[in-house]
Structure formats: structure tokens, C-alpha cells
């Protein structure tokens, strides 16, 4: 192989290396919905 072809090889496993390499996790927090309470039925025009 030429020297261009592994030059261009091992740029770009150093890259593919920096980007998978410091990943961290991001931590979502959702707050959870307050639960409502059904409507109850009394009748028709009450």
C-alpha cells in the first residue's frame, strides 16, 4: 500500500477512536404527570 493509503487508514481510525471514546450518558429526568380524577356522573343537568 502506498503511504497516503495508510496514512488516510490509521486518520481515520484515530478518528473514529476520539469520537466513540469519551461518550458520556446524559441523564433525563422526567417529573411524572399528577394523576386527575374521572368526573362522576349525577345526573343530567346537575
Same mark, same amino acid.
Given at each position: 500500500? !502506498?503511504? !497516503? *493509503? %495508510? &496514512? &488516510? =487508514? /490509521? &486518520? $481515520?481510525?484515530? =478518528?473514529? &477512536? /476520539? /469520537?466513540?471514546?469519551?461518550?458520556?450518558?446524559? @441523564? @433525563? *429526568?422526567?417529573?411524572? +404527570? #399528577? *394523576? !386527575?380524577? +374521572? #368526573?362522576?356522573?349525577? $345526573? %343530567?343537568?346537575?
Amino acid at each position: 500500500m !502506498s503511504k !497516503s *493509503i %495508510k &496514512l &488516510l =487508514a /490509521a &486518520l $481515520g481510525l484515530v =478518528a473514529g &477512536l /476520539a /469520537a466513540c471514546g469519551q461518550q458520556e450518558e446524559e @441523564v @433525563v *429526568i422526567v417529573d411524572p +404527570e #399528577p *394523576i !386527575s380524577v +374521572e #368526573p362522576v356522573y349525577t $345526573g %343530567k343537568y346537575k
